[in-house]
C-alpha cells in the first residue's frame, strides 16, 4: 500500500483536513535542521527544493498543484481557493526532504494547528472529543491511494465501548475524503462529555483525523488533531 516515492530521498507528507498548508523548507546542513530529522537531512544541501500537492475531496475531486521552495523559505496553499469542499486533504512529495509540513484551521472560534503525518495506518485512535450541548465532533477519513478503502469506527463514551453497525464497513472512494460527524441526529453519540474514537481498516490504509468544535461543557473553541 506504500505510495511510490520520485527518489530515494523523496519526502511524502499526508494533510487530513484543513484550510491551509504551509510549508516550512529546511535547505542547509546545521544544528537545527539536524536535530529536527536525524535520518534524511543528512542528504540535504543548499538549493531549491521542488514537489507537488494533491488536494483530494469528499466528492473524489483531485487538483495537482506544483511546489517549489527556495532555501529557508515559507509556501502556503489556501486549500478552500483551490479546491472547495466540506474537508479537503492533500498528499505532499517533495523531492530531496528536508521539508517540515504543517497544518492550519481557521475558524471565528478559534484557529487550531498542527504538523502532517508522514505515513498512513490500517488503525488510528483518537481521544478527547465531545458532543455536549451541540459541540461538533467529525471524524475525517482521508484516502490518498487509487483503491477504495474499507474502514469500522467504533467510540467510548463514560458509559462504555459502542460498536453502531452503521459504522461498519465504511467505504471511503480513491483519493477522498468521507465525514462521519458523531453528534448529528441519529449518529449514536449525541450529548457525549467524552468521546474516544478507533478506526481501524479491513482493506487498504487511511489517515484519520479529527475536527471538533467545543460549545459547551466548559470548553469553547476549535481544535483540530491527527489520530
Known amino acids: 500500500d506504500a505510495l511510490p516515492m520520485r527518489d530515494a530521498f523523496a519526502v ?13 523548507a ?4 546545521g544544528a537545527v535542521a539536524l536535530g529536527l530529522a536525524v535520518l534524511r537531512l543528512a542528504f540535504v544541501w543548499l538549493g531549491v527544493r521542488v514537489g507537488t500537492a494533491l488536494l483530494y475531496n469528499e466528492r473524489s475531486e483531485n487538483l495537482t498543484v506544483p511546489v517549489t521552495l527556495a532555501p529557508w523559505s515559507v509556501a502556503s496553499i489556501d486549500l ?13 512529495e517533495v523531492d530531496g526532504g528536508g521539508v517540515l509540513v504543517e497544518q492550519q484551521s481557521l475558524h471565528p472560534s478559534g484557529d487550531s494547528q498542527m504538523a502532517c503525518a508522514n505515513a498512513t495506518s490500517d488503525a488510528w485512535y483518537l ?9 461538533t465532533d467529525q471524524i475525517v477519513l482521508s484516502n490518498p ?5 474499507v474502514a469500522s469506527l467504533e467510540f467510548a463514551t463514560r458509559e ?16 477522498s475524503t468521507r465525514v462521519i460527524d458523531l453528534g448529528a441526529p441519529g449518529a449514536g453519540a449525541q450529548g457525549e462529555p ?8 479491513t482493506r487498504g490504509r487511511i489517515v484519520v483525523s479529527r475536527f471538533q468544535r467545543f460549545l459547551g461543557g466548559g470548553r ?3 481544535q483540530v488533531s491527527l489520530a
Do not use: H, N, W
Request: proline residues 4%; hydrophobic residues 50%; negative net charge.
Open 12 to 24: 511524502v507528507f499526508f494533510v487530513s483536513v484543513g484550510a491551509s498548508l504551509r510549508l516550512d
Open 26 to 29: 529546511i535547505t542547509a546542513i
Open 80 to 92: 478552500d481557493a483551490t479546491l472547495p469542499g466540506a474537508m479537503v486533504a492533500v498528499l505532499v
Open 127 to 135: 481521544a478527547d472529543g465531545s458532543t455536549v450541548e451541540g459541540s
Open 145 to 149: 491511494y487509487d483503491q477504495t478503502v
Open 160 to 175: 462504555g465501548a459502542r460498536a453502531p453497525g452503521s459504522y461498519s464497513g465504511l467505504t471511503v472512494p480513491a483519493r
Open 194 to 201: 467524552v468521546l474516544a474514537v478507533s478506526v481501524e481498516t
Open 220 to 222: 469553547l473553541g476549535t
